[in-house]
C-alpha cells in the first residue's frame, strides 16, 4: 500500500511540473508574438499610425505676461447727505448712468429756506447798525477838532465801529453758511458711473452720519484691471514702463477664450510680495461697452514684446518626455516619424514659438501622438474641417495632398498675421481662423 501511494504521489507531482512548464512556455511565446506584432507596427513593417500632422510656418509672435486679474473700478462712491432731513425727492433709477453733477435726490429745504432768511435779516439789522455808528463817529470826529468832547468819548465811538462790523462779517458768514446748508438738500451725483440700489425709501429721514447713505455710484469709463506677474518678469516691463512705451493689455474671460475689452498698462506697484513673489500690475481700459464689470476675474494678457519671423508651431505640437521638449517630425516621402528635440519659445493662444530643433516647413504631428516612437510610420490624415453639405468644397480643392493643403494655410496665415483679413481674425486663434476663413470662403462662393 505504501508503494502504491508513493507512485501515486511521483505520478502527481510530474503532472504539475509539466503543466507549470506549458504555461510558461505558452506565456513566453504569447510576449514573443506581442514584441513582434508591436514592432511590425512601429517599426514600419506592418500597419502605419494615422496622424495629423501641419507644417511649421514663420509668423510673428507676441511676449506675452498673463495674470488672473480682478477689475477695479477707479472710483467708488457711497452718496450720503450732508444735512440731516426728510427725503422728499428721489431722481435716479437704480441700475442707471449717470454723469457728474446730475441730480439724484432732495432733502426738504424748508428749513434752510428759513434759517437762509434769518440770516440775511440779521445781516440786514447789522448792517444798519454800523452804517448809524459809521455816522456818529464823523460827527465825534468834527466835535473833538473843535474841543467839543472829550478824547475818551472819541475812542469809544472808534471801538463801536470796529465792533458793528465784527458782526457784519459774522452775519455774512452766517447767510454763507445758510446758503451751503440749502445747496447741500440738493444731493448730485459727485462722479459719473453707475449706480447700485437705492439703500433709503421716499419719507424717510436721513442724517449726515447714515453709514449706508443713498446709493453707491460705481465708476465703470474708464476701469482698471489688477492682476500680479512674477518678480523675474518685471524688469523688462519697468524698462519699458520707464521709456514712457504703453504697453498694450487684453482681458480674456475666465476660460481664456473670448477676449473682453483692450487696453494699457499704467503702472506697477512699489513692492513685490514676499508670500508669492508677484508684483501687483494695474492696465487701464476704456470700457465704451462695458465688457468689464468691478471685482470680475478676467485673464489679463500683456503684451511685452514680439518676435519677428519666428517658427511657429500649434502648442499641441509640443511633448514633454524623457528627451524633454520635442516634436514628432513626419518624413513627407518616407511617411516615418523622428523625434526632433526643440527649445520652446513664446506662447501666444494656441500657438507656440519653437526657438531651436526644427525650420518652417516641417511638419510636425499635433494628433495621434500617443501612439508614435522614433522611427514609427504613419498615416497623414487629413482633419475633417469640411464645410456643411449646402456649401461643398471646390473640386481642385479635393485633390490636393496633405503636404499642399499644409503649405497653402501656412501662406495664407501669414496673411492673417500681416492683417490682411483684419485684427478681428488677427486676434484669433489657429483653429478659429480656420473656422472663420472657411465661413467666408463659404460667403464668395454663395
Known amino acids: 500500500m505504501k508503494r502504491k501511494a508513493l507512485w501515486a504521489l511521483v505520478v502527481v507531482v510530474l503532472v504539475a511540473a509539466g503543466a507549470g512548464a506549458g ?89 434752510f429756506q428759513v434759517a437762509l432768511a434769518q440770516a440775511e435779516a440779521q445781516l440786514a439789522r447789522d448792517a444798519a447798525l454800523l452804517k448809524n455808528a459809521q455816522v456818529d463817529l464823523e460827527r465825534y470826529r468834527v466835535l473833538f477838532k473843535q474841543d467839543s468832547i472829550a478824547q475818551q468819548q472819541l475812542a469809544t465811538q472808534e471801538a463801536l465801529v470796529r465792533q458793528n462790523e465784527a458782526t457784519l462779517k459774522m452775519d455774512q458768514a452766517n447767510v454763507e ?17 453707475r449706480l447700485g440700489l437705492r439703500q433709503v425709501d421716499l419719507g424717510n429721514m ?20 489688477v492682476f500680479p506677474i512674477a518678480e523675474d518678469s518685471l524688469p523688462p516691463v519697468m524698462k519699458k514702463l520707464a521709456a514712457g512705451e504703453k504697453l498694450p493689455v487684453a482681458a480674456y474671460d475666465r476660460a481664456g477664450k473670448t477676449q473682453l475689452a483692450s487696453g494699457t498698462l499704467i503702472t506697477a506697484d512699489n513692492v513685490i510680495d514676499p508670500a508669492t513673489g508677484t508684483v501687483k500690475l494695474k492696465a487701464q481700459f476704456s470700457n465704451e461697452d462695458y465688457g468689464l464689470f468691478p471685482s470680475q476675474f478676467v485673464n489679463a494678457r500683456m503684451l511685452v514684446d514680439t518676435r519677428k519671423d519666428a517658427t511657429v508651431v500649434p502648442t499641441a505640437a509640443v511633448q514633454r518626455g524623457t528627451p524633454g521638449t520635442f516634436v514628432y517630425a513626419v518624413d513627407p516621402e518616407k511617411k516615418v516619424v523622428s523625434v526632433k528635440k526643440v527649445r520652446v519659445g513664446p506662447q501666444q493662444g494656441e500657438r507656440v514659438a519653437i526657438e531651436e530643433g526644427i525650420s518652417p516647413g516641417t511638419l510636425v504631428v499635433v494628433d495621434g501622438t500617443d501612439r508614435l ?62 473656422k472663420k476663413m472657411r465661413e467666408l470662403r463659404d460667403k464668395a462662393q454663395k
Open 23 to 111: 504555461w510558461f512556455i505558452y506565456q513566453r511565446i504569447g510576449e514573443a508574438k506581442v514584441k513582434a506584432a508591436t514592432k511590425t507596427n512601429y517599426r514600419g513593417g506592418g500597419a502605419s499610425v494615422p496622424v495629423v500632422a501641419v507644417a511649421a510656418s514663420t509668423a510673428d509672435i507676441g511676449v506675452q505676461l498673463e495674470g488672473l486679474g480682478t477689475v477695479t473700478p477707479v472710483a467708488t462712491v457711497t452718496v450720503r447727505s450732508r444735512v440731516d432731513g426728510q427725503l422728499v425727492k428721489i431722481g435716479f433709477r437704480e441700475g442707471q448712468v449717470v454723469k457728474a453733477g446730475d441730480f439724484l435726490a432732495e432733502i426738504d429745504p424748508r428749513p
Open 206 to 225: 436721513v442724517r449726515a452720519g447714515d453709514a449706508n447713505g443713498l446709493v453707491v455710484i460705481t465708476q465703470l469709463q474708464p476701469i482698471t484691471v
Open 177 to 193: 453758511n445758510a446758503r451751503l446748508q440749502l445747496a447741500y438738500s440738493r444731493i448730485t451725483a459727485p462722479v459719473s458711473g
Open 373 to 434: 516612437r522614433e522611427g514609427a510610420t504613419v498615416e497623414l490624415v487629413v482633419r475633417d474641417d469640411s464645410p456643411p453639405k449646402d456649401s461643398p468644397r471646390k473640386k481642385g480643392d479635393q485633390k490636393l495632398s496633405v503636404e499642399e493643403r499644409a503649405r497653402r494655410w501656412q501662406e495664407l496665415n501669414a496673411r492673417i498675421d500681416r492683417g490682411d483679413f483684419g485684427e478681428e481674425i488677427r486676434k484669433l486663434p489657429e483653429e478659429e481662423r480656420k
